[in-house]
């Protein structure tokens, strides 16, 4: 588990940063998450986009 994010990590992720609910720790948390998604069609896919725009590390489909 990284201790801290890399530079274009910050700047990926800068706005979630700014969240109190969040920040740092939350985001490294994200990163190392792993995610079952079970199915991929209307509501799937776009769940799938969310999680990786939100920086699930792992997605599985």
Known sequence: MPVSLSKEQRDRYAR???LPEIGVEGQL???NA???LLGAGGL???TALY???AGVGTIGV
Request: glycine share 6%; no cysteine.
């Open 16 to 18: 979630h940063l700014l």
């Open 29 to 31: 948390k994200l990163l």
């Open 34 to 36: 792993k995610v079952l």
């Open 44 to 46: 799937g896919s776009p």
């Open 51 to 53: 999680l990786a725009a």
